[in-house]
């Protein structure tokens, strides 16, 4: 990395790329005015900008310092420029408080690709395209051009758009070897879209911008997320099987968690989300947000977790920082204080979708400290808890809530999640159990990494669908990774279901037999239970997933591997083909397929009614999984009949014998 002055005009390179430039002619720094509108609905967002003025700001005076150089912007604005080896901060502090638009411009080239803006779920490569960073709910169809996506925008302005997000992250890695990474959690708006610079826009000056150099891809994924943090590795018994997704109480939960058994389904935990007791919505099936075990479905669910841990079953439930009006908490909440407020002093009360609820106002270190310890730790760890679903950070209204900490909630949106997240993880560090109990999020942000265990993709549609279906885990999961999140998952078979749109058996099976190349297995009955294909009423279905699950738990010396890999230098489990192939020019766009590793290619069929399927591998000897047979680079079409999502490994791989004793038990 080399910073290059020359009067006024400013240069940073790293070898042959220049990846910063700040002269009159290519201005690197510009800001203004605007004026927004933003409204939510059900944690759907409409957010309109009028941009009402906006000028490039030139270096008027550097000096060097002991702390680094110092930029004088025209006296609107100083940046204090530190480098160390391959990575370089600036550092802003704002002079003209009439600032509220800041864009800042990045070097670009043809044929350079840009990856990361958090987890993207319809495009892994960000190039040719702006991606407004907000979290949110991600929309049903994300497909402006299809009847669902128009019909929830109708209905719920919850159709959502290809950029819609519940974990926006302010990060990109460049094909360039490098990541930048800004210090702002405003709503920002990264571009894209030319040619010869990258355009990043925030509602706010950002308190630094940092871009950091490597030789490898792998290399730069190490200091990023030697930066931002590192999940833990996932406690052994994740490895033991499916986490079956259950409801309806203890008899009904717990009697599917046996028949899957019998049918010799591995079983590793149970997840009954509606263990707080449920409600029935014009969506489907929703849960009581009142987090306490519900004696009337799970009579002493202490007593039955300890039932199950007796049995090598863990238990896990479900829990949102937000508590229902109407629910035992509810008015111990108000009278401990911590619901944050409205103007006239009254509690801010949150609609999700017909029913009301008060946001607990994690910026208030007393109600921070009053959500952890009276519910996490008390009606959730103390009664045995090995797991939950940590949902809903994206909620948190702008207009005229007031927060303990004073600053703008358009300030605290995106940092919502990662409060939220790390609100759970210092329950488990106090209780000693860090790394043992596993919670799951679907919304995040910068911090996550370090405060978030484990993501889950969210709430997919129960279909093939281009931008909102089986293939957008797979997209997520690479960009999630390099964003620094390199361990997730998803609800196999989807989740939403809407309009005559349910699971087919055909979903499900395509759905386990990708989740069986991946960190966890867990399994989502979906927001209509009744309407949609279930595994356990079909008796095919219960044996095919047998299959894919003891394939899974026969995988487990790799995956912790790959998973203890993570912790340690930052590798994703699931990982883009260019990773470990930085030469092959196809392996920069191909979103639909993934590495586990440097030498296992995992390519899941994600399209309906298929017996073949396309493959791409870079260069190498691979072998296929299923029928042994060798292939080299290229293009191929191999057989993909249900439940053999097609699986190659290099002929060198060290997990070679493994996977050889996987298909002489398990080939069809």
Not at 139 to 152: E, F, H
Request: glycine share 8%; with cysteine.
């Amino acid at each position: 990395m080399k910073l290059i002055r020359n009067g006024l005009d400013l240069t940073l390179q790293h070898g042959k790329n220049t990846l910063l430039t700040a002269t009159k002619a290519c201005p690197m720094i510009y800001v203004g005015q605007g004026s927004e509108s933003v409204e939510m609905y059900r944690g759907n967002f409409t957010i309109e900008d009028y941009v009402t003025e906006r000028r490039p700001l030139m270096i008027s005076n550097a000096e060097d310092t002991k702390d680094g150089l110092l930029l004088n912007f025209e006296n609107e604005l100083t940046a204090l420029v530190r480098q160390d080896g391959d990575c370089v901060t600036l550092t802003f502090e704002q002079k003209n408080p009439a600032i509220n638009r800041f864009w800042f411009r990045v070097p670009a080239k043809k044929g350079e690709h840009c990856y990361g803006c958090g987890e993207q779920m319809s495009y892994f490569d960000l190039r040719g395209r702006h991606f407004p960073l907000w979290t949110s709910e991600p929309g049903v169809g994300r497909d402006k051009s299809t009847y669902l996506t128009w019909r929830y925008d109708q209905d719920c302005k919850g159709g959502g758009d290809y950029y819609n997000t519940n974990y926006p992250q302010p990060t990109f890695v460049s094909s360039r070897h490098y990541y930048l990474h800004a210090d702002a959690s405003s709503y920002a708006d990264f571009d894209f879209r030319n040619e010869t610079f990258h355009e990043l826009q925030f509602w706010q000056v950002p308190a630094s911008i940092r871009m950091e150099a490597a030789e490898t891809f792998p290399a730069l994924l190490e200091k990023l997320t030697a930066f931002l943090g590192r999940q833990p590795e996932l406690p052994d018994w994740i490895y033991n099987g499916l986490i079956v997704g259950v409801q309806g109480g203890s008899v009904r939960s717990f009697g599917i968690v046996d028949r899957s058994l019998a049918a010799g389904i591995p079983v590793s935990g149970v997840w009954c989300q509606d263990w707080a007791g449920v409600r029935y919505t014009s969506f489907g099936k929703r849960l009581r947000w009142d987090w306490h075990y519900n004696t009337a479905l799970y009579p002493d669910l202490p007593g039955q977790i300890a039932a199950l841990h007796k049995r090598g079953i863990r238990f896990l439930g479900y829990i949102s920082p937000y508590l229902c009006t109407g629910g035992d908490l509810f008015p111990e909440a108000e009278r401990a204080g911590v619901f944050a407020k409205r103007a006239d002093g009254n509690t801010y009360l949150v609609d999700f979708g017909e029913f009301d609820c008060g946001v607990i106002d994690l910026t208030d270190p007393k109600a921070y400290a009053w959500y952890k310890d009276n519910v996490i730790k008390k009606n959730m760890l103390d009664i045995g808890m090995d797991g939950y679903m940590c949902d809903f950070g994206e909620y948190l209204p702008t207009d005229d809530i007031c927060l303990a900490s004073g600053n703008s909630p358009m300030l605290e949106h995106n940092r919502w999640p990662v409060l939220w997240a790390k609100c759970n993880h210092d329950a488990l560090v106090e209780t000693g159990k860090w790394g043992q109990v596993v919670y799951f999020m679907r919304a995040g942000g910068t911090g996550s990494q370090k405060y978030c265990p484990l993501l889950w993709a969210g709430d997919q549609s129960v279909d093939f669908t281009r931008h909102d279906g089986l293939c957008t885990v797979i997209s997520a999961a690479l960009s999630a990774g390099m964003s620094g999140c390199g361990l997730t998952h998803s609800d196999i078979g989807g989740y939403t279901s809407m309009y005559e749109n349910v699971r087919t058996k055909e979903l499900f099976l395509r759905w386990a037999e990708m989740a069986a190349f991946t960190a966890v297995m867990r399994t989502h009955e979906c927001n209509r239970p009744e309407q949609n294909f279930q595994y356990y009423d079909d008796e095919d279905c219960m044996a095919q997933l047998a299959r894919l699950v003891n394939i899974y738990t026969a995988l487990t010396p790799c995956l912790k591997a790959l998973v203890a890999e993570n912790a340690r230098k930052g590798l994703p489990v699931q990982r883009p083909l260019f990773l470990h192939n930085e030469d092959d020019e196809a392996c920069y766009t191909n979103q639909f397929e993934y590495l586990l590793g440097p030498d296992i290619l995992v390519a899941p069929v994600w399209q309906s009614g298929m017996t073949e399927w396309e493959v791409y591998l870079p260069e190498g000897e691979w072998l296929h999984l299923w029928s042994g047979e060798a292939y080299g680079k290229g293009t191929h079409i191999v057989a993909a009949p249900l439940g053999d999502t097609p699986v190659f490994y290099k002929k060198t791989s060290p997990w070679a014998a493994l996977l050889g004793e996987i298909r002489e038990k398990y080939a069809k």
